[in-house]
């Protein structure tokens, strides 16, 4: 099973800044990656996909890159809606696998 | 637009049974994988199960293998979950979710999700 890390648990930061969020998966996964973006109380949204690709109608802020073990998602400046929890999930095998996930919140 | 609704959650006993359903709209259902993900109290993603657009194939989390069964009914554009034995640790919302594409195993739209509740 590919487990997958995400660090750091939360990250408090400002409007206006950069936010860099990391996922280490336990073995290679080339490019098969994405993120998604969870409000309380809502569905999760999905973000990015093998990797790099943005979803349908996600703002150019958010930016993946990585491959085999290292991922990052950057959001290049903050906005207020941004602030919530962000999750990385594996398409590389089965079983399909999500990171603990990173709170984003504000400072 | 695509609509994912989920129904037949609430409380069920330790071993007993429940069938989530989820219906579809909005897109051509019968050409896209589905799959269920649930979420614990205050606990991160997990997937639980997928099946293949045509129903003829199924893929199950450890957790849950033996235990649940996905199904799909084309022809009725609805999703299940047939979730037998269930134990307190299957406490859960639900989330019924599209893939992304026919072999795409990333979740492009979710349901509102359907609360699980097991105990006695």
């Known amino acids: 099973e590919v487990v997958l890390t995400q660090s750091p648990a939360t990250l408090s930061l400002s409007p206006g800044e950069r936010a860099a969020l990391s996922c280490r998966a336990s073995q290679n996964i080339g490019s098969y990656l994405a993120w998604y973006q969870q409000k309380p109380g809502q569905a999760p949204r999905l973000l990015m996909y093998?990797?790099?690709n943005r979803a349908t109608g996600i703002p150019a802020r958010f930016v993946g890159s990585g491959s085999g073990t290292d991922f990052t998602l950057t959001i290049s400046s903050l906005e207020p809606e941004d602030f919530a929890i962000y999750y990385c999930q594996h398409r590389y095998n089965w079983p399909l696998t999500f990171g603990g996930g990173t709170e984003v919140e504000i400072k | 637009e695509v609509q994912l609704l989920e129904s037949g959650g609430g409380l069920a006993q330790p071993g007993g049974s429940l069938r989530l359903s989820c219906a579809a709209s909005?897109?051509?259902?019968?050409?896209?994988?589905m799959s269920w993900v649930r979420q614990a109290p205050r606990k991160g993603l997990e997937w639980v199960s997928s099946?293949?657009?045509?129903?003829?194939?199924?893929y199950y989390a450890d957790s849950v293998e033996g235990r649940f069964t996905i199904s799909r009914d084309n022809t009725k554009n609805t999703l299940y979950l047939q979730m037998n034995s269930l134990r307190a640790d299957d406490t859960a919302v639900y989330y019924c979710?599209?893939?992304?594409?026919?072999?795409?195993?990333?979740?492009?739209?979710w349901g509102q999700g359907d609360l699980v509740t097991v105990s006695s």
């Open positions: 909005g897109f051509t259902f019968s050409s896209y994988a």
């Open positions: 093998d990797a790099s």
């Open positions: 099946i293949i657009a045509s129903g003829d194939r199924t």
């Open positions: 979710a599209k893939n992304l594409g026919y072999d795409w195993y990333y979740f492009d739209y």
